[in-house]
């Protein structure tokens, strides 16, 4: 189908867009970022580490989104495919970091209003802080593995149910291509719903993580902004203008995947609660999530002054250099200027 070769063009060009962003925020938070930020440019640095690690998963997967009531299925569409196995497992994988992408930006914020809020706390404690908000995200992502796992297994049911609609639209065997599902409830032979256990709670987890992660970031957000209108005469104008940078940078990081990740995962895994059904359609929100990571570092290149210098310079450097030489290239009458080596002056 021809909405499947759009998704995978989107999927490598935000793969490719991907390394390359988050290799240049790297490089500016390696060289640039240690007397500006201190200890925080190892979250930095972890984020856009790990931003790059999930366009990789994103690529071995190169998922396919589908809905058909009362099941949401998560198809693998790469090379990878044809190991059902190791499929399955980067499959999970890649349902298991969108809570790792959510759990990171929690941590961010929450170093950052310890860093504002209680500054005296966290220069004692900076080495326990720092391996203290990651243990809970690490955590996350565990629980979201093995919850997809064990939870949204392609059980002989799920295959049953969904082998003639793969087969119809993707032309895909459901009791052989990888895949992992969410299905609400099945009909027995009296024509009941039998709700499923464990795909409600997936949906409870999905739920949790969510609101709970939100509710972090909007609390840290909030004593944040209001720390930094009442400290304004207690601290230097440089101080005050980094803060206002991370705030900034940390904001448009928590907007831009709440419409690109989280509204769209949440339909996905609602809509078909609500017998919904949007078949392949569902795959825009795979789309959204392949091109998120390429985007997100831009914020932090661009919100923070610094690394916005450092880019533009390099850019205008290179552009003088490339303009210089077309202009030398242009007076020579579009000849190469030969020099002899034997010339005497």
Known sequence: MSFMIYLHIIQYIGFIGAQFSNSILVYLIVTKAKKLFGTYRYVMFSFAVYFSLYAWIEILTQPIIHIKSPACVVLMESPLKYNPILGYHITCLYCGSFALVISLLAAQFS?????????????????????????PCLVCFIAWYLFVFYGMSNSIEKQMYL????????????TKVPFIAVMYWSIDENGRKIWRFWDLMLLVACVV???????????????????????????SKRTIELNRQLFA????????????MYIPVSLEVTLP?????????????????????????????FCIREFKKAVLC???????????????????????????GNKKT
């Open 209 to 235: 993580t969510i609101c709970g992660c939100f509710a972090i970031i909007v609390f840290c957000a909030s004593k944040i902004y209001l720390k930094m209108q009442k400290a304004g005469n207690n601290m």
């Open 249 to 260: 940078t940390l904001t448009f990081q928590t907007v831009l995947p709440l419409f690109m």
């Open 273 to 301: 609660l609500l017998e919904i059904e949007t078949g392949y359609l569902a795959s825009f929100t795979a789309g959204s999530l392949a091109v998120y990571p390429c985007l997100e570092p831009l914020i932090a290149i």
């Open 111 to 135: 170093y950052r209003y310890v860093a504002v809020c209680r500054p005296n706390f966290l220069a004692h404690h900076e080495a326990a802080i720092l391996c203290g908000i990651f243990i």
């Open 163 to 174: 082998k003639n609609e793969l087969k119809t639209y993707y032309n895909e065997d459901s």
């Open 314 to 340: 390099c850019a205008e450097k290179r552009l003088h250099t490339a303009t210089s030489r077309y202009s030398a290239y242009q007076t020579s009458g579009g000849k190469p200027k030969i020099v002899s």
